[in-house]
């Protein structure tokens, strides 16, 4: 850190500082949010006190928060995805193509040489943060960690941060017997890669940054999201991928008037729908799984939990 950069952070770190003693939240994250040009120093304090202030405090931060896509294979996102950025390409000025989450973390890797499960869960709250800010609309980002939540309030989100999230749900079947195909029809390996029976984080490097995160199974994945609370809170909708396959028009339809409801500043063109569903129809449901009893059985035994 320079000088300059020093005697810039030393200053405004006294003025933040002075703002959370007389819990003045709302000030302080107007202070910091004025700093956003200077890139450096927005980012050494909110490295500093965002983490901190949105585990203890709920003061909403009055900025383009996140609407997630979730889904525990990130694959299974593509059409959706799709369809989102076709249709708020025409819907919103200044739309950023939505990506995954570890890219968009990648982009403040600053201070980080690997991102585990527990850099995550500690600074969560600061990468959402510098991702909303980094951009003047509401960011959709794809995601595949399940929803976690600790006794010290770090969640995996906050509604200070998320404007809302589409859960997107596939077949367990159809999940299990890609992984099992992919792995050279290994029975074992695809049921432990299908729940992480062996608890291993998965690896991903991006521009440098390496990602070892425990995303867990199939099962935890979409009992998080599915969970009534997080729903509730972070207005969430649940939505199989089946049924977009099914019925595309219906379930986009469904999927923009949440996304409406939830506070995005958009109004649903039926028309522009119809556009995308002709020139890209969904693919059909491929119900021949070929799978043993035995298999059908393990993957009943959680299909029965999660109310699938």
Known sequence: ????????????????????????????????????????????????????????????????????????????????????????????????????YEFEISKFKKNFKEIDLNILVKFSYFF????????????????????????NNYNFTTPNLTQSYINLENDPF?????????????????RNLFLNLDNQPSNETIDNLTFTINKQGWYTFNKSWKDENVINSLRGISVKKSDINDSPYEKFSEILMHLIQSGLNIEIDYD????????????????????????????NNYIDKNNY
């Open 1 to 100: 850190m320079s000088f300059i950069n020093k005697f810039l952070f030393h200053f405004h770190d006294k003025s933040i500082h002075q703002l959370l003693v007389e819990k003045n939240y709302k000030e302080f994250l107007n202070h910091l949010k004025n700093q956003r040009n200077k890139e450096n120093l927005f980012y050494d304090l909110s490295l500093k006190y965002i983490p901190e202030i949105f585990s203890e405090h709920d003061e909403d931060a009055f900025i383009n928060k996140i609407i997630w896509i979730n889904s525990f294979d990130r694959d299974d996102t593509q059409y959706l995805v799709n369809f989102l950025d076709y249709y708020l390409k025409n819907a919103l000025k200044d739309f950023d193509p939505i990506k995954n």
């Open 174 to 190: 159809a999940v299990y017997k890609k992984i099992r195909d992919h792995n050279q029809n290994d029975q074992q390996v695809a």
């Open 128 to 151: 959402q943060w510098m991702i909303a800010n980094s951009s003047t609309n509401h960011k959709f980002i794809i995601n595949n960690v399940p929803f976690f939540s600790t006794e």
């Open 272 to 299: 522009l729908i119809e556009s995308y569903l002709k020139t890209f129809p969904p693919e059909k449901n491929d119900l021949n799984f070929e799978l043993s009893n035995k298999e059908v059985k393990f993957i």
